[in-house]
């Protein structure tokens, strides 16, 4: 192993660059990311420390990306290699159609974002799941579940802590926006609304 | 002795008064003894020959009998032997009884006129008169029977003992309890009754039990003890006994004698009728009618012989006749006492008649009392008078105060008294004034009129089933009988009590009618603001449904707006696109206030700066010459910091600016603003002098959408916004207007609110939670 990893050729620039965007890494990969040695990344994949995967039907371990970043940041490591790195995936939670369609062309004209939408709580919950979104605007009234509802779900899971929430809705009243904001709703927007404004919110929202 | 002792120790009395009558003296051997041959020998002369020769009395009084019955024979030549066969077995026995019995009682010879004389009261126990009557029904019962010949069920010589010891009863009562006796004679003659029931009421028994206790106890025959015990019952109704008509017999005999008013029985009552008796007993009239004749002679004859009696014949009869115009006076007295009462009755009844008759229920109480005092003037005389009602649970009691003749002069309601006077609990009819001389007058005294001497003055209770309704208060020393004047106080009491009743529902029913009226108003106001909740419910409902469009509406048209090239007229149109929307959207959250009030967030506000800023911005949005209309200003001093939701009342004033602009202004809009005399409201008032409005206008002029101009209008919303603004406030929007001069709009704005603010919210957050998720779910 010590000598497999030293036979790997040192990454330069270029490779970082995309390694970066990658969402499995291997020992080697890590260690060039985290600027440590192999041998400290396996100790600690090994401690359990940094958790991840053996590829199945053989002994080679893997590391997802989240875990990866988790690791960084328990350790101090600066992250923004890997955070400026990706696009800003938003989820998009409305049961009406053209609403969702509206905010995919205004989101999506901008490079920085990568949108998922959902039409229902429980899509939602599924694709909080699968996609891991950075932000998530949430209609109020859904179907299903309302959207204090999700925002509680979501704010439940330690894992999800840092994503941000946004509500849009065409509701007005002030009891029902002090309630979402106390079920873990970082901002609340009204429909209809001023798409600079709402723009300018989500910027703010996810430091980009 | 009073007749109201209870049951238990009235039977132990009773049992007392028996054991009396049981120890009284017995019967001398020889009248019992006498009495025994009678029923079982009636041949033992020679026994009833020694029994008189044992007693030497007896003997002399024998022998002296047959002399005198038979005259011309020589005493002494004269036996006890010889006076037993001359005079017969029945004569001997019933001369012997006659002594003896009068003997145990103490009344012998000797001491006859004494007792006579003795009695202390007018009315005592006649016991000459009583042993004369008791004798004269002896001898009617023989010579009624000896009439009738035919008849083996009236032995003459049993009829005789019969009618002799009937009353024995009275005697043993009177000797027992001499003073309840004179009471029980006294009590039948004043009410000419039948002197039993006395008996019974005053002693407990009647004179035939004791009388058959003691002939039970003297062991005298069945017959006897029957008679005593049963006569003066109805004929019709005696066991079918043997001895029955003998029973009958003495009933009659005893008749006859109290209709001949022959001696003193005790007994007024005038019992069953004589000739339906005599009917029912198959006893012929004329024959009783001969017997009844006879009487007065043979009872001379017989006292003499028995040296009992020393009467003559005239004296008796005369004696008789003064007795029965004796009786005749006393029933005259009864009458008059009885018609005396019947006349008072009749006037107290004329009294409830007239009083009854005025009475009407639509009068009050204190018209009640005027008409109780008026009649009670009439009815007792010209005096002092007064009424006090006490009031029911803590109410004043009223107290009207009259003249001399009834007329009423003051009428004044008082507090009650404390302590607590409770009139019901005061006992008897009347009360008298040391019953509640600690209480009622004292604090009466302060409030009555005239100085009038308190310890004349007497109370009357004016009561009706549950207690005393009224207090009649007068000076008069004497009014009629309680129980006769219970019918007129009950009458008045009850008339009191009615009208009493009838106001409390008269009042309870007024009370009832403002509170529907109340409730009318109430309902209107609640269906007002619930139609404008329901309005409410429906926007928020319809909110989301119509943001959502909206927001795809404004966002595409801004879209368009930044695709579109800078300035033309296609993005410009874009824009407008963007603002319509959010117009609409804002009409939609307008709306929205009616189910969820706004709350005020009272802060310390600069009344000038906000009403200037808001005047400042009005003037930038408005058009042509509505931009050169005048908009002054006037803030009082006390008015320039106040404590006010400043967003919210600049809102309102806005809107009523706008109102005002829109009713087309002649020269000026003015604001002013004041704080009012106790600092406890914000009054603003923006008016101009437009077109006005007239009544309909006026009326809808805060309902929501409601707008008088047929084209060009508003949204409609401006003043039922303002008004929900001012009631965040606890305020409200008041409107004054005369058409074609201009219309006044005021906002009063309650500064000492903070109390009516929480409670606006608290209502409003408990309808939120009611249904948290609005209403379009």
New interface residues.
């Given amino acids: 192993m010590v000598a497999n990893g030293n036979g790997k050729p040192g990454t330069n620039g270029d490779s970082l660059t995309e390694l970066v965007k990658k969402n499995v890494f291997t020992t080697g990969e890590a260690a060039d990311i985290c600027k440590v040695s192999q041998q400290t990344i396996i100790r600690c994949f090994d401690s359990g420390r940094l958790r991840g995967f053996r590829v199945p039907g053989s002994k080679f371990r893997r590391i997802p990306r989240d875990e990866l970043i988790r690791f960084m940041r328990d350790n101090n490591i600066p992250t923004d290699i890997l955070d400026s790195s990706r696009k800003k995936r938003i989820l998009i939670v409305d049961d009406?159609e053209?609403?969702v369609e509206?905010f995919v062309?205004?989101l999506s004209r901008d490079e920085r974002f990568e949108v998922a939408t959902a039409r229902t709580g429980y899509d939602a919950g599924i694709l909080t799941e699968q996609f891991r979104p950075d932000l998530m605007i949430l209609d109020?009234?859904l179907p299903d579940i309302?959207g204090n509802m999700v925002c509680k779900t979501v704010r439940k899971n330690p894992d999800f802590a840092s994503m941000r929430i946004v509500i849009?809705?065409?509701?007005?009243?002030?009891?029902?926006i002090d309630?979402l904001l106390g079920a873990g709703a970082d901002e609340f927007v009204?429909?209809?609304?001023?798409?600079?404004k709402l723009m300018a919110k989500v910027v703010e929202l996810l430091e980009v | 002795m009073n007749n109201t002792a209870i049951d238990a120790t009235r039977s132990r009395r009773i049992e007392l008064i028996l054991r009396q009558v049981d120890s009284l003296p017995t019967l001398p051997a020889i009248a019992a003894r006498l009495l025994a041959l009678t029923t079982s020998d009636e041949g033992s002369a020679q026994e009833v020959i020694e029994l008189v020769k044992a007693d030497p009395t007896l003997t002399a009084r024998i022998l002296s009998l047959c002399h005198k019955a038979y005259v011309g024979v020589r005493a002494e030549t004269i036996t006890v032997d010889r006076a037993v066969v001359l005079l017969g077995f029945n004569a001997i026995r019933n001369a012997v009884l006659s002594v003896k019995v009068f003997e145990a009682f103490g009344l012998s010879e000797v001491n006859q006129e004494e007792a006579g004389e003795q009695g202390n009261g007018p009315y005592t126990f006649d016991r000459p008169g009583f042993w004369c009557h008791s004798l004269a029904v002896a001898i009617t019962c023989e010579l009624i029977a000896q009439a009738h010949p035919g008849r083996t069920d009236l032995p003459p010589g049993d009829a005789f003992v019969c009618g002799l010891l009937h009353d024995i009863g009275k005697l043993a009562l009177d000797l027992v309890l001499p003073k309840s006796f004179a009471r029980v004679i006294e009590l039948a003659q004043i009410n000419q009754g039948n002197i039993a029931e006395f008996e019974r009421r005053v002693i407990g028994i009647d004179h035939h039990t004791a009388g058959k206790r003691l002939a039970e106890h003297w062991q005298l025959p069945h017959v006897l003890q029957d008679c005593i015990w049963l006569h003066g019952s109805s004929y019709e109704l005696l066991p079918r006994l043997e001895h029955r008509p003998l029973i009958g017999l003495v009933s009659l005999a005893d008749l006859i004698v109290r209709r001949q008013h022959l001696g003193f029985s005790g007994n007024l009552a005038t019992g069953q009728d004589q000739a339906s008796l005599i009917e029912a007993m198959r006893l012929d009239p004329e024959k009783v009618e001969r017997a009844t004749r006879q009487i007065f002679d043979e009872l001379e004859r017989r006292g003499e012989m028995l040296g009992l009696k020393d009467q003559p014949s005239a004296e008796l009869y005369l004696k008789s006749i003064q007795r029965a115009n004796e009786a005749l006076g006393q029933l005259n007295a009864a009458m008059d006492r009885r018609s005396r009462a019947a006349a008072r009755q009749a006037r107290l009844l004329r009294a409830i008649a007239t009083f009854q008759a005025w009475a009407t229920p639509a009068g009050g109480v204190q018209d009640v009392l005027n008409r109780v005092a008026s009649v009670a003037a009439e009815l007792f005389g010209t005096g002092y008078y007064a009424l006090l009602y006490p009031g029911v649970d803590g109410e004043p009691w009223l107290l009207c105060q009259y003249s001399q003749q009834g007329e009423p002069l003051e009428a004044q309601y008082l507090d009650p008294p404390v302590p607590r006077i409770d009139l019901s609990t005061t006992e008897g009819e009347e009360i008298t004034l040391a019953k509640s001389a600690g209480m009622l007058l004292p604090w009466l005294a302060d409030h009555l009129l005239s100085a009038h001497d308190l310890r004349q003055v007497r109370l009357l209770r004016l009561g009706c089933g549950w207690g005393t309704v009224a207090v009649l208060l007068h000076d008069r020393p004497s009014l009629p009988p309680a129980e006769e004047l219970e019918a007129l106080t009950l009458s008045w009491g009850s008339a009191v009590a009615a009208v009493a009743q009838h106001e409390g529902a008269r009042r309870l029913g007024e009370g009832l009618a403002e509170a529907n009226r109340q409730l009318a108003e109430a309902q209107q106001r609640l269906l007002q603001s619930e139609t404008m909740a329901r309005l409410g419910e429906m926007a928020?409902g319809a909110?989301?449904?119509?943001?959502?469009?909206?927001?795809?509406?404004?966002?595409?048209s801004?879209?368009l707006a930044?695709a579109l090239a800078a300035g033309s007229d296609n993005q410009k149109a874009a824009q407008k696109i963007v603002e319509q929307?959010?117009r609409l959207?804002d009409l939609?959250?307008c709306l929205?206030m009616f189910a969820?009030p706004p709350r005020a967030e009272r802060k310390a506000t600069n009344l000038q700066a906000l009403l200037d800023e808001v005047i400042h911005q009005l003037r930038q949005e408005q058009q042509g010459e509505l931009r050169e209309t005048l908009m002054s200003v006037k803030v009082d001093r006390q008015a320039t910091s106040v404590w006010i939701d400043g967003p919210k009342i600049a809102a309102a004033v806005r809107e009523l600016l706008l109102n005002a602009l829109q009713a087309g202004p002649k020269s000026s809009v003015h604001i002013g603003a004041r704080v009012g005399m106790q600092s406890d409201t914000l009054t603003i008032q923006v008016s101009d002098d437009g077109e006005g409005m007239d009544a309909h206008v006026l009326a809808h002029a805060l309902d929501p959408f409601f707008s008088s101009k047929a084209a060009g209008r508003r949204t409609g919303m401006g003043l039922p916004r303002a008004q929900q603004l001012a009631k965040a406030h606890g305020g409200d929007v008041r409107l004054t207007s005369v058409p074609g001069r201009g219309t006044v709009a005021t906002l009063l704005i309650p500064l000492a609110a903070a109390a009516s603010d929480d409670l606006a919210a608290g209502s409003a957050?408990a309808r939120?939670n009611d249904n948290?998720?609005?209403g379009?779910?």
């Avoid at chain 1, 009204?190 to 600079?196: G, M, Q, R, T, V």
Wanted: proline letters at 5%.
């Fill in positions: 009406d053209q609403i509206l062309d205004v109020y009234m309302n849009v809705s065409g509701v007005v009243k002030q009891n029902e309630d009204k429909k209809p609304f001023n798409i600079e | 928020a909110a989301h449904e119509m943001n959502n469009p909206l927001a795809v509406i404004s966002g595409r801004q879209l930044q929307t959010h959207s939609i959250s929205r969820d957050g939120g948290p998720r609005g379009a779910l």
